[in-house]
């Protein structure tokens, strides 16, 4: 017998004659005569009530039962008579596939989130993780459909990378070298496996960039790594980001497509995954719906980075941070635009080329550079992205004014002598757009088995 899953089942219009249902027990009532068993499988937040009579042969055994003890039930779906719920399975035949036993850490109590992190492997288990990579699945499969609905072609950009795209530093070494023998030696690397220095992948921008000026509209959808000390609720140092780039697009189409991308997921979640999204709603954010509406209906407010500097120094408001010229916006400063000034998103372009990457387009001012950060409320910046600089002799100049090696670029550099044209894209941190869509605060809460620092668990 083929099973059903329980979300199928909820969803039926009419009754349903002997149906397999496997699952979790969640909890179980007792009577005289029968045991009702609350059996979720992971396919929806609601669980499927299961009435065990006294005539099933291993009724003693059910009646022993404890949560987290994996059944399979076969019975006839009938019009249940309990409130609250449509249907329930009468049980025609009962099997324990494993008996869990009663130190199970999942008792039917409120945990903390804290508490769940420690117990990362078990917490998709509860309601709220359950609806959190649901949604999280869901969406990600969402971001393909738009992707392909827009034209792009999905590039499988490499993982382990000798090029460092943010020209940061923060990035992990991947060796097979024994430890202390690159230690003050450069050269030791020519031993290494690869025959050079290797680092996990901050960005697949760079290797975006090549494909969009090959098939004019591609994206990356994959992990990148940042080894950077930070243990903020927004940082972790595996995580995943979606990079759209596209040729023949400047600044303003760039910012067109983040506004489009970040409107669609917010429409995608409110009408595909409403049963999981109204948990959250309920407890955790309950201004999410508010919030999700906001980002839908309201057009994206666009300003210069030195209007936003000004708006700020204008506010009044008292920030941790000075929001001064030259400097970096902070989450503050984000939150303060999007929440309070103008109660809408955000975009904000054309920054100080001083405190961008060196492959951000020059400006005809030659002071500022066609960047763009997508804020939204709550989150602050959700998107980061620019129109590339496209002109040889500029971008040369640019890697030179941030100690950028050019040997280690040539083959980036061709693409600037061979066919260069206008392009732009962005990146988006998956976890921080799934923070936006769930009110999670913490990035911890929004993977499945985070990894931030002093922290490899699992």
Not at 114 to 135: C, D, Q, V
Not at 196 to 212: C, D, F, K, P
């Amino acid at each position: 017998m083929k099973r059903t899953k329980v979300n199928d089942l909820l969803a039926s219009d009419s009754p349903l004659s002997q149906v397999l249902v496997k699952g979790w027990l969640r909890t179980r009532r007792d009577s005289k005569t029968f045991s009702f068993l609350e059996v979720n499988d992971g396919s929806c937040p609601a669980n499927l009530q299961v009435v065990a009579n006294d005539t099933l042969p291993n009724y003693e055994e059910l009646r022993k039962l404890t949560t987290g003890s994996a059944l399979a039930v076969v019975g006839d779906l009938v019009a249940s008579g309990g409130k609250g719920q449509r249907w329930e399975v009468t049980a025609s035949a009962v099997e324990v596939l494993s008996l869990a036993p009663e130190t199970y850490p999942l008792q039917k109590k409120r945990h903390t989130d804290e508490y769940l992190r420690s117990i990362a492997h078990l917490r998709p288990r509860t309601n709220k993780y359950g609806a959190m990579f649901r949604i999280r699945a869901d969406t990600a499969w969402a971001i393909h459909r738009f992707f392909r609905q827009h034209g792009f072609r999905w590039l499988h950009s490499p993982i382990i990378t000798a090029s460092d795209c943010e020209g940061a530093g923060e990035l992990f070494r991947v060796t097979t070298l024994p430890p202390g023998v690159t230690a003050g030696d450069e050269n030791a690397f020519s031993q290494d496996f690869f025959g050079a220095r290797a680092n996990l992948t901050v960005s697949g921008q760079l290797s975006a960039e090549m494909l969009a000026l090959a098939l004019g509209d591609v994206y990356t959808f994959g992990p990148t790594f940042r080894a950077e000390n930070s243990n903020t609720r927004r940082h972790a140092a595996e995580f995943w980001m979606v990079e759209p780039e596209m040729a023949f697009c400047d600044l303003s189409g760039n910012m067109d497509l983040g506004e489009a991308l970040i409107k669609e997921m917010a429409r995608f979640v409110m009408a595909e995954c409403a049963a999981d999204l109204e948990l959250f709603s309920r407890f955790v954010d309950p201004g999410l719906t508010t919030t999700l509406t906001g980002i839908i209906e309201k057009a994206f407010v666009r300003i210069r980075y030195t209007e936003a500097v000004a708006i700020l120094q204008r506010s009044g408001q008292e920030f941790g941070f000075p929001a001064q010229y030259g400097l970096d916006l902070q989450t503050e400063h984000e939150r303060y635009l999007t929440e309070v000034h103008f109660r809408a998103p955000v975009i904000v372009y054309d920054y100080p080329k001083q405190i961008k990457p060196f492959y951000m387009r020059v400006n005809d001012d030659g002071q500022t550079v066609a960047a763009m950060d997508v804020l939204v409320p709550v989150i602050g910046e959700i998107i980061g992205g620019s129109q590339r600089e496209e002109r040889l002799e500029i971008l040369e100049a640019r890697m030179g004014e941030c100690g950028i090696d050019r040997a280690a670029y040539e083959w980036y550099l061709d693409s600037r002598r061979y066919g260069s044209v206008v392009h732009s894209g962005f990146g988006m941190g998956f976890e921080r757009l799934l923070m936006m869509l769930t009110g999670v605060a913490n990035i911890r809460d929004v993977i499945p088995f985070p990894r931030t620092p002093g922290d490899i668990m699992f």
